[in-house]
């Protein structure tokens, strides 16, 4: 079979950079530890009011300024109501999902993430200005979507 030198070229560079890709993955999942998130939590969504934390939604200190945020979601609304927090704080935020597909944007920051029922999402984010912060659902969860927000103080 004759194969012609430009051909021949051409597969020598693709061959190369087919090399390369498996390579590079390779150096970033055993030499660099990347892969994909792992630290599932998972939970029932029929009993989110009775498995602690989420039991009692609310602020728990952890730090000297860093907090975790057990909050639910629900149609149209969001557990705790309000989060009120010293400037500078940490915020770890935890929130899961009573019934249907929320969302949690806090704009203006790098928080928003979806909370799916049967999942708990988290993302955390410090809070340097002062101010009120609104928390949103961007995901249409019914009729009362547009309604469904709350709030974060910082002072
Ligand atoms: Cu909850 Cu839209």
Same mark, same amino acid.
């Given at each position: 079979?004759?194969?012609?030198?430009?051909?021949?070229?051409?597969?020598?560079?693709?061959?190369?950079?087919?090399?390369?890709?498996?390579?590079?993955?390779?150096?970033?999942?055993?030499?660099?530890?990347?892969?994909?998130?792992?630290?599932?939590?998972?939970?029932?969504?029929?009993?989110?009011?009775?498995?602690?934390?989420?039991?009692?939604?609310?602020?728990?200190?952890?730090?000297?300024?860093? %907090?975790?945020?057990?909050?639910?979601?629900?149609?149209?609304? %969001?557990?705790?109501?309000?989060?009120?927090?010293?400037?500078?704080?940490?915020?770890?935020?935890?929130?899961?999902?009573?019934?249907?597909?929320?969302?949690f944007e806090?704009?203006?920051?790098n928080i928003n993430f979806?909370?799916?029922?049967?999942?708990?999402?988290?993302?955390?984010?410090?809070?340097?200005?002062?101010?009120? %912060?609104?928390?949103?659902?961007n995901?249409?969860?019914?009729?009362?979507?547009?309604?469904?927000?709350?709030?974060?103080?910082?002072?």
């Open positions: 079979m004759q194969v012609h030198r430009y051909e021949k070229i051409w597969l020598a560079i693709g061959g190369a950079v087919l090399a390369l890709f498996i390579v590079l993955l390779a150096v970033n999942a055993f030499a660099m530890g990347m892969h994909p998130p792992s630290d599932m939590q998972m939970i029932d969504p029929q009993k989110v009011d009775q498995t602690p934390p989420f039991d009692k939604p609310g602020l728990k200190q952890i730090g000297e300024k860093e %907090y975790d945020a057990f909050m639910t979601a629900y149609a149209f609304s %969001y557990a705790p109501a309000v989060i009120e927090v010293p400037v500078g704080s940490k915020v770890n935020f935890h929130v899961t999902s009573k019934d249907v597909v929320h969302g806090i704009p203006g920051t979806m909370v799916e029922p049967g999942f708990v999402n988290s993302a955390s984010q410090v809070f340097d200005q002062p101010g009120e %912060y609104l928390i949103l659902c995901e249409y969860c019914g009729a009362g979507h547009h309604l469904m927000a709350t709030k974060i103080i910082v002072k």
